[in-house]
């Protein structure tokens, strides 16, 4: 492990650590809500849940609370965490059915496993556990926010669809994409944090653009992978997003910079579908021409920069430190 891999993993281990008795807590949780008399039910999560991820999301909703105040011990953010854990899976089954995805992690996906008609229907099982757990809380400004969270998931992924195949997509409308399908959950899981302390609107509003911006910052690295990874360290299939045709900032910036040819070639393989076994180097070898993937990472650390930014008028704690060093973690991370 070289000087910076270390650093990386220092700083999620510091915020893991940092968060060990909440995240255990959690896990018990997302155990407990996972039951159901319909055994494929808890199966079927159970793997997915199983195959790991560094539950971000979650971690993110604890620290967030810890930042504002929120006693150890409390209650109420391990249930928002363990609702936000449970909307970030139903997402990843319900888009594994979509993408047609044959790893998720590293492993075979739930719908290679246990097919289509199962992922989404538990899909749909862990979004109504979600939604328990939010009326649960109690607060109904809590409820507004993951549920209008929930819809702009939804809405993102369906923009998505909508956008995929299509060269001629803005940046505008990507940025819209990943806007709502990746970064409104981000924000909404560290804006939940200060509404339970009932912390000054300013405080909500930082922490919603620190999620946000990381979500973005996130999502860019996670394309800028699709074309640059190692398929063990990825966790997928490398070059998912080129054979789906989706169109992600590497390519649509390789587009525009590219002659006639070379869009001949992006229309071909994406927009027509017709790729060969040699198309995906190819498609590396183009994105490497024009400079597009350290553009991207580039984009992904100012989103970075801007996260971390916005906990500036917070008080220095180790929960704050540990929220910076994870905008490293995410923008750097399998590089």
């Known amino acids: ?4 891999q270390a650093n990386r993993e220092d700083a999620l281990s510091a915020i893991v650590v940092l968060l060990r008795d909440d995240m255990e807590a959690v896990n018990r949780l997302i155990v407990r809500h996972m039951d ?6 808890p199966q079927l999560a159970a793997h997915i849940v199983a195959a790991g991820g560094k539950r971000l999301r979650p971690l993110l909703t604890l620290a967030a609370a810890r930042l504002c105040g929120y006693p150890a011990g409390g209650e109420r953010h391990v249930a928002l965490a363990t609702c936000v854990e449970f909307i970030h899976t139903a997402t990843l089954l319900h888009d594994d059915v979509v993408d047609e995805s044959a790893l998720r992690r590293g492993r075979a996906s739930a719908n290679a496993l246990f097919g289509n008609k199962p992922s989404v229907l538990v899909g749909d099982f862990l979004f109504a556990r979600a939604f328990e757990l939010m009326v649960g809380d109690g607060s109904l400004e809590v409820l507004r926010i ?8 939804a809405e993102g992924e369906v923009l998505q669809l909508m956008t995929q195949n299509d060269t001629s997509t803005t940046e505008a409308q990507y940025l819209e994409v990943i806007h709502g399908k990746t970064a409104a959950l981000f924000a909404a899981a560290t804006r939940v944090g200060a509404v339970l302390q009932e912390r000054p609107a300013a405080e909500e509003e930082a922490l919603d653009t620190y999620g946000r911006t990381l979500g973005v910052a996130f ?13 063990a360290v990825l966790g997928k299939t490398v070059g998912d997003d080129f054979r789906e045709g989706k169109i992600t900032l590497p390519v649509l910036l390789a587009f525009e910079r590219g002659d006639e040819a070379e869009r001949g070639f992006w229309r071909r393989t994406l927009e027509e579908r017709d790729q060969t076994d040699e198309d995906l180097a190819e498609a590396q070898r ?3 021409r024009h400079g597009t993937l350290a553009e991207t990472f580039a984009r992904a650390r100012d989103y970075g920069r801007q996260a971390k930014e916005a906990l500036g008028g917070f008080p220095d704690s180790a929960e ?13 991370r399998a590089r």
Request: charged share 20%; with cysteine; proline share 2%.
């Open 1 to 4: 492990m070289d000087g910076a």
């Open 36 to 41: 159901s008399p319909v055994a494929l039910i």
């Open 146 to 153: 993951l549920s209008a969270a929930s819809a702009t998931i």
């Open 219 to 231: 999502q860019l690295v996670d394309d800028a992978l699709d074309y640059a990874a190692d398929e």
């Open 286 to 288: 183009l994105i490497a």
């Open 320 to 332: 704050k430190r540990a929220m910076i060093g994870l905008v490293d973690y995410c923008i750097e």
